[in-house]
Nanobody, 121 residues
Framework: QVQLVESGGGLVQAGGSLRLSCAAS????????MGWFRQAPGKEREFVAA????????YYKDSVKGRFTISRANAKNTVYLQMNSLKPEDTAVYYC??????????????WGQGTQVTVSS
């Protein structure tokens, strides 16, 4: 089974930055698209960003465009989410996923355990 492990979450003030990392146990980033999702308490898990296997295709949720950047380092089996200009509404548990390039959870086959991001006002 493929294992995905997120790290880099934490508590920041509004306007601050965090860089999330997702490390895979296998060389799946060379074969799968990768995505980031987030889930706030009491809400459904929502799409944040995705990147194709080659890295040439990118897609972002409208509310994070210009603030978040998804990237991947396939040689290290790792995908990143750089988050700048954070807002309180970005507060959620962030999950990375591997699968087919898309914007819904059913596009993805493998999921990490999540990392908490909290943005204070």
């Amino acid at each position: 089974q493929v294992q995905l492990v997120e790290s880099g979450g934490g508590l920041v003030q509004a306007g601050g930055s965090l860089r999330l990392s997702c490390a895979a146990s296998e060389r799946i980033i060379n074969n799968y698209a990768m995505g980031w999702f987030r889930q706030a308490p009491g809400k459904e898990r929502e799409f944040v960003a995705a990147i194709t296997w080659s890295g040439s295709g990118l897609y972002y949720k409208d509310s994070v465009k210009g603030r978040f950047t998804i990237s991947r380092a396939n040689a290290k089996n790792t995908v990143y989410l750089q988050m700048n200009s954070l807002k309180p509404e970005d507060t959620a548990v962030y999950y990375c996923a591997a699968g087919s390039f898309g914007v819904v959870t059913s596009n993805y086959n493998y999921w990490g355990q999540g990392t908490q991001v909290t943005v204070s006002s």
